[in-house]
């Protein structure tokens, strides 16, 4: 009997001792017996937790280190909550994406609190919405065109631009993933059924443009898919790709073969009666370009065309003459427009003169003095030629008459000129600063000569200047353009002529 037992306690010994060593190191195998979302799990809400389940408590830290949440390779951050030591959540911080992939993964490297390792990685997936197909789409205003789309209107009262989409959209996403380069006003319209958008414009395009419209992969379907690729078309208004530009401008009464206005330089001896010629390198529009013309110092007039079916060729046609040897700049600006409403790619100007024979100011020459007209006392020098200040007062003598004669000679830079009679007769005016007055008894102004002679009578006779107002006296010949003028070209004076003079007093 005692054999017996022996032999049964050497046979289960080694059991019992294998039974209590396992009990000590509880090596058992750490695994997850539930997850939410399940593998392979579809119809996921945006907003769902991730649930996992151990069977043993792990070490937190080093499952929040190991633990990821992923969707198309990029992690997704969010909190975690410890449910108990065995059972932990994970919120995402943002909605998931509809229609997306989402693979949770956890490395067999996740310990319990014992030490015992996953005996596998975990790894599992679901699929976020029960829509899982995305949308795109189906055809456009403007069509896409590989390379872009050309003649689009660009009068918004006629035209809009629709995108038609596979299924119900989003309209808040997708007019928030809409665009349109460069930038043009409008506003949104959907179809009923929310499948169709169209954005109607405010403005007009911009002819001979290139435009971009996209709708971005953000655009989602009313199940929150998104549009399976940004869609992106190119169009262009019109068929002109062309701006306008400036050929030259011009006086128009220049017969030169070349008769453009140089751009760098003040071009010369150009008229003060102007007409200036812009010459286009297409037909324009007529409102626009006028506009877009100026001349400075400012100058009113009116615009005439060569062609009003096509017009290339503008014509300003002052008001009235303009100001003699004066520089003027005219100028187009960007703002003038082909008949195709293209603009003036960069502003053209140009700088002129009016100083030709026509546009030439005249001034005093000289002036000569004689108290007989030449008969006995030879007509002398008052006023030399290049003078600088005229003298004051011009002093003369009468001799034994109260009588004297002014001879005058005026000229321009070209040389002496010829007055016009006309102008003279009735503008000349003399006045004193008394009561007695000498006065203009003659003018004789003739042809051939270049100076005209001015009698003067009632002269009082030696008269004291320093005891009385009678002794100087205050010619003046009036200049500007109702003043006296050049016989051949009608030049007149900038300004009036004025000279005092006195008879030289004998004590």
């Known amino acids: 009997m005692k054999h017996i037992t022996l032999l049964l306690l050497l046979m289960i010994g080694p059991f019992l001792m294998l039974s209590c060593f396992e009990e000590t190191l509880n090596i058992e195998t750490l695994e997850i017996t539930d997850c939410t979302p399940s593998n392979q799990q579809t119809g996921v809400s945006r907003d769902a937790s991730v649930i996992i389940t151990f069977n043993n408590s792990v070490d937190q830290k080093e499952l929040e280190a190991l633990f990821t949440l992923s969707e198309e390779g990029s992690p997704v951050s969010g909190d975690f909550t410890w449910i108990s030591s065995r059972k932990f ?53 403007p069509a896409y065109t590989e390379g872009g789309t050309t003649g689009i209107p660009i009068d918004h009262n006629t035209y809009h631009i629709q995108v038609d989409f596979s299924e119900q959209m989003d309209c808040q996403k997708v007019e928030s993933a809409f665009s349109l380069n460069p930038d043009v006003s409008g506003f949104f319209e959907w179809s009923p059924d929310n499948t169709i958008l169209y954005y109607r414009l405010t403005n007009d395009l911009e002819y001979g443009t290139q435009y971009t419209l996209k709708v971005a992969e953000s655009a989602e379907d009313i199940n929150g898919n998104p549009l399976q690729q940004t869609y992106t078309i190119v169009f262009i208004t019109g068929t002109d790709f062309t701006p306008p530009e400036v050929v030259g401008i011009y006086d128009e009464g220049n017969p030169d073969p070349d008769p453009y206005w140089d751009e760098e330089t003040i071009n010369q001896n150009i008229s003060r009666k102007v007409h200036i010629v ?160 000498p006065t203009i008894t003659d003018i004789t102004c003739l042809p051939g000569d270049y100076f005209f002679t001015v009698k003067i009578a009632g002269i009082p006779e030696n008269v004291d200047p320093d005891n009385s107002d009678d002794a100087v006296f205050r010619i003046t010949i009036p200049g500007g353009i109702d003043g006296i003028r050049e016989r051949n070209n009608d030049n007149y004076m900038q300004e009036d002529l004025v000279f005092d003079f006195m008879e030289r007093y004998t004590p």
């Open 278 to 437: 812009t010459r286009f390198t297409e037909p324009m529009a007529v409102s626009s370009t006028e506009s877009s013309f100026s001349i400075t110092p400012s100058v009113s007039g009116a615009f005439t065309w060569n062609d009003y079916t096509n017009p290339d060729i503008l014509t300003f046609i002052p008001d009235n003459d303009l100001v003699p040897e004066t520089v003027y700049t005219v100028r187009i600006s960007t703002s003038a427009r082909d008949a195709n409403g293209r603009n003036l790619q960069e502003s053209y100007s140009v700088r002129f003169m009016t100083n030709a024979p026509d546009s030439q100011y005249i001034s005093l020459h000289r002036m000569w003095g004689s108290f007989d007209n030449d008969t006995t006392d030879p007509f002398h020098v008052l006023i030399p030629v290049n003078y600088t200040t005229i003298p004051w007062p011009v002093e003369i003598e009468t001799g034994t008459t109260d009588t004297y004669y002014f001879k005058l000679q005026f000229s321009n830079s070209n040389g002496t000129v010829y007055i016009d009679p006309y102008s003279i007769m009735d503008s000349i005016t003399i006045e004193s600063f008394s009561s007695e007055t």
């Open 89 to 141: 959540s994970f919120k995402p911080d943002n909605d998931m994406i509809n229609a997306r992939r989402y693979v949770i993964e956890i490395p067999r490297i996740v310990k319990d609190s014992n030490g015992n390792k996953m005996q596998l990685d975990f790894i599992s997936e679901f699929y976020v919405g029960q829509d899982l197909v995305a949308p795109y789409v189906v055809s456009s205003i």
